[in-house]
C-alpha cells in the first residue's frame, strides 16, 4: 500500500523567506500527488497536484512543489511567505483511475508558523 | 476547481441522538464521495467511500452501524452519527471530484454534550 511521510511536523518561518516542505512517498508506480492547505476550523484547499509531464508544477498562491521520481519526493516551495500562509500543510497520493474517484493517502501534516 | 459543500458547518447535541451531515458536489456529478474525521492537530482518517446507488465502504475499524452513510444522488451523499456520544465529537470533512482531483468540503464540526 501506498504511504506518504511529512517527515517536519512544524516549521517556523520569518515573513519574506523562502519556504519548503517536505513530503517523500512509498508506491510502486507514479502516484498522483497533492498539497493541500487547511485553515484552522476550515476544510481543505487544493494548491496544486502533478500527475505526469513536467515535474516542477506550479499552483496557487505562489507555490510550486517538484516531483523527483529518484527520491520519491515532492517537495512544496514558495519564493517568499506571506503572515496568511500561515496554515497546515498535507501532502497527498493517489492511485488515480480510470474513475477518476479513488481515495487519497495523506501524510501527517506540517504544520507552518510566520513570524514577523 | 470543483466546489463541495457541507451542512451544517457545526452542530451541538445531546448524548444519544442523531446527527446529519450532508455533503453536495455543487457543479459536478459524483459517483463517490469520501468522508472524513479528523481530530485536533491530526491529519484526516478516511471513514468511507460513498458510492452512489450502492453500499458506502467502510474502513477497518469504522462502525458501519454507527456512522450511516446514504449517497442517494449524484450531487449528494449524507452521514448519519447514530446514538451519538461525546467521542464521537470531532470535525468531520467530506470529499469528492471529477478527474482523479478531490476537493474538500469546508468540514462540520460536531460537539456531542
Known amino acids: 500500500a501506498q504511504s506518504v511521510t511529512q517527515p517536519d511536523i512544524h516549521i517556523t518561518v520569518s515573513e519574506g523567506a523562502s519556504l519548503e516542505l517536505r513530503c517523500n512517498y512509498s508506491?510502486?508506480?507514479?502516484?498522483?500527488l497533492f498539497w493541500y492547505v487547511q485553515s484552522p476550523g476550515q476544510g481543505l484547499q487544493l494548491l496544486l497536484k502533478y500527475f505526469s509531464g513536467d515535474t516542477l508544477v506550479q499552483g496557487i498562491k505562489g507555490f510550486e512543489a517538484e516531483f523527483k521520481r529518484s527520491q520519491s519526493s515532492f517537495n512544496l516551495r514558495k519564493p517568499s511567505v506571506h503572515w496568511s500562509d500561515a496554515a497546515e500543510y498535507f501532502c497527498?497520493?493517489?492511485?488515480?483511475?480510470?474513475?477518476?474517484?479513488?481515495?487519497?493517502?495523506f501524510g501527517t501534516g506540517t504544520r507552518l508558523t510566520i513570524i514577523p | 476547481g470543483a466546489v463541495v459543500s457541507q451542512h451544517p458547518s457545526w452542530v451541538i447535541c445531546k448524548s444519544g441522538t442523531s446527527v446529519k451531515i450532508e455533503c453536495r458536489s455543487l457543479?459536478?456529478?459524483?459517483?463517490?464521495m469520501f468522508w472524513y474525521r479528523q481530530f485536533p492537530k491530526q491529519s484526516l482518517m478516511l471513514m468511507a467511500t460513498?458510492?452512489?446507488?450502492?453500499?458506502?465502504?467502510?474502513e477497518q475499524g469504522v462502525e458501519k452501524d454507527k456512522f450511516l452513510i446514504n449517497h442517494a444522488s449524484l450531487t449528494l451523499s449524507t452521514l448519519t452519527v447514530t446514538s451519538a456520544h461525546p467521542e464521537d465529537s470531532s470535525f468531520y470533512i467530506c470529499?469528492?471530484?471529477?478527474?482523479?482531483?478531490?476537493?474538500f468540503g469546508p468540514g462540520t464540526r460536531l460537539t456531542v454534550l
Open positions: 497527498a497520493v493517489g492511485l488515480g483511475s480510470n474513475f477518476g474517484n479513488e481515495k487519497l493517502t
Open positions: 508506491y510502486g508506480a507514479t502516484p498522483y
Open positions: 470529499s469528492a471530484g471529477p478527474r482523479n482531483t478531490q476537493y
Open positions: 460513498s458510492n452512489e446507488g450502492s453500499k458506502a465502504t467502510y
Open positions: 457543479d459536478f456529478q459524483a459517483t463517490t
